[in-house]
């Protein structure tokens, strides 16, 4: 599942991934976000935060995948907040493929992450 993340600056769409994240969750919560965000400002900067207890199905790796092709000189920032090994790792491994700044941060530095994405 994934819930779009409450009370964040206007200017930066965040949101929480929890249990089983399908490719539904991304055309029904993800895709519209974006779409909005990247119609109002040209560079989108983002939090995407992951519980412990997420997985990913294939086909929504998938609708990741197309999003961030879709959007790819459109990405200023990108913060992954996850203790997800694995995950972090992918996003730390893909990241340069992307035109924008990603960074990784544990579940406990959101706060941190939040500081950066606001960081001009």
Known sequence: MIKQIENLSDNIPGFEFSGEVSANDYEKVIFPAIEKRSKLKSKIRI???FTDKTTISL??????TL???KHCFNWEKIAVVSDIAWLNHTFKAMGFL???HLRTYSNNEIQKAMIWLKEN
């Open 59 to 64: 086909e929504a790796m998938w609708d990741d």
């Open 67 to 69: 999003v961030g092709i």
């Open 98 to 100: 992307m035109q924008g």
């Open 47 to 49: 939090i995407c935060h």
